[in-house]
């Protein structure tokens, strides 16, 4: 991916244009509909608001608060916490690190991720780190993971309405997901001073299956449309969004896409304005081998990756490589 100059919110073309959320209660009541009107959004856009989505805001206040408790420390206790040469797996990533696929300039944003938890002696464990758990934040622990858990059931229940829209058994991603590499990220874009040479997240597509999206206060996140422009993504209260990742569009062929997206810089009234929010990558279990599955491969959409099958944490490596986290 090439990478593209500085925008920010002053200088972008809005789009008026939305994306209409498809609303939670609608999955029990009718989960056909659910599922059709869910998949319309991914194969149009790649995205997706998902509204009245059930997880308790008791639970998304707790994380929300302990991560900007966490990050309002100073950098030198921060730093403690970050464990160079492990991809960001757990922890701190400071600021400064990550960068887009392509991009001169870094991100501006630091990041925390926290990992499923597996018991000793489990096989993936080679494969996930411990997590580590803050002691300046009180109740950190069982703040995050609480929403980690969340999170994982939630992504569960949404890929059943893949499946079903892509025509697979409602319970196909069942067994390939429920111990995944999935993260947690506590995002923090700090305020914005003078003119930097990045932007808060460059643009960029995601690594893994499908990404569930908490928050942000702040404007900012943006997709790319299929004729080249930027659509701004505000969720309702109440709402988050998914949206697909590399991993889930090399499984389908490309019928739902994995798009590119970024977080611009806020405009010059709100740069003095720290930008929060909560990404949940819901990622395949270590050992699932991506492969296309055969009822996307048609004709008009012959088989993109014929013989390119490849372990799910051998392409999570190859991709942490070329954003230089690992």
């Known amino acids: 991916m090439t990478a593209e100059p500085a925008p920010s919110s002053s200088s972008t073309d809005l789009s008026a244009r939305g994306i209409t959320p498809v609303s939670m209660?609608?999955?029990?009541?009718?989960?056909?509909?659910?599922?059709?009107?869910?998949?319309?959004?991914?194969?149009?856009?790649?995205?997706?608001?998902?509204?009245?989505h059930g997880l308790e805001q008791a639970v998304i206040d707790g994380a929300l608060n302990d991560a900007k408790a966490f990050f309002a420390l100073p950098e030198g206790v921060k730093r403690a916490y970050h464990l160079p040469g492990t991809g960001g797996a757990r922890g701190l990533t400071p600021f400064g690190v990550e960068a887009a696929k392509g991009a001169a300039a870094v991100d501006l944003k630091e990041f925390w991720h926290v990992g499923r938890e597996l018991p000793e002696g489990h096989p993936y464990r080679q494969y996930m780190r411990d997590n580590l758990w803050p002691t300046e934040v009180e109740g950190f622990r069982d703040h995050l993971y609480g929403l980690f858990e969340a999170m994982d059931a939630?992504?569960?229940?949404?890929?059943?309405?893949?499946?079903?829209?892509?025509?697979?058994?409602?319970d196909y991603f069942e067994d390939k997901v429920q111990l995944g590499n999935s993260v947690l990220r506590l995002l923090h874009y700090p305020p914005v001073t003078g003119e930097p040479a990045g932007v808060r997240a460059g643009a960029h597509e995601d690594i893994n299956v499908i990404t569930l999206l908490l928050g942000a206060e702040e404007a900012?996140?943006?997709?790319?449309?299929?004729?080249?422009?930027?659509?701004?993504?505000?969720?309702?209260?109440?709402?988050?969004v998914v949206n697909i990742g590399d991993m889930l569009q090399r499984l389908t062929n490309h019928v739902l896409p994995s798009t590119s997206h970024?977080?611009?810089?806020?405009?010059?009234?709100?740069?003095?304005?720290?930008?929060?929010?909560?990404?949940?990558?819901?990622?395949?279990?270590?050992?699932?081998?991506?492969?296309?599955?055969?009822?996307?491969?048609?004709?008009?959409?012959?088989?993109r990756y014929e013989g390119k099958a490849i372990m799910a944490e051998d392409f999570l490596t190859e991709r942490l490589k070329e954003i230089r986290l690992i």
């Open 220 to 240: 900012g996140l943006q997709l790319k449309e299929k004729d080249g422009s930027w659509l701004d993504i505000a969720p309702p209260p109440g709402a988050l």
């Open 154 to 170: 939630l992504g569960a229940r949404i890929l059943r309405a893949i499946a079903r829209h892509l025509g697979l058994g409602d």
């Open 25 to 52: 209660s609608l999955y029990d009541r009718d989960f056909q509909a659910f599922a059709d009107a869910l998949g319309g959004s991914f194969e149009r856009y790649g995205f997706a608001v998902i509204a009245d």
């Open 262 to 303: 970024r977080v611009i810089n806020p405009s010059p009234e709100r740069s003095r304005f720290a930008r929060y929010s909560m990404p949940f990558f819901l990622h395949f279990n270590p050992d699932f081998v991506i492969e296309t599955l055969p009822s996307t491969i048609t004709p008009d959409n012959p088989d």
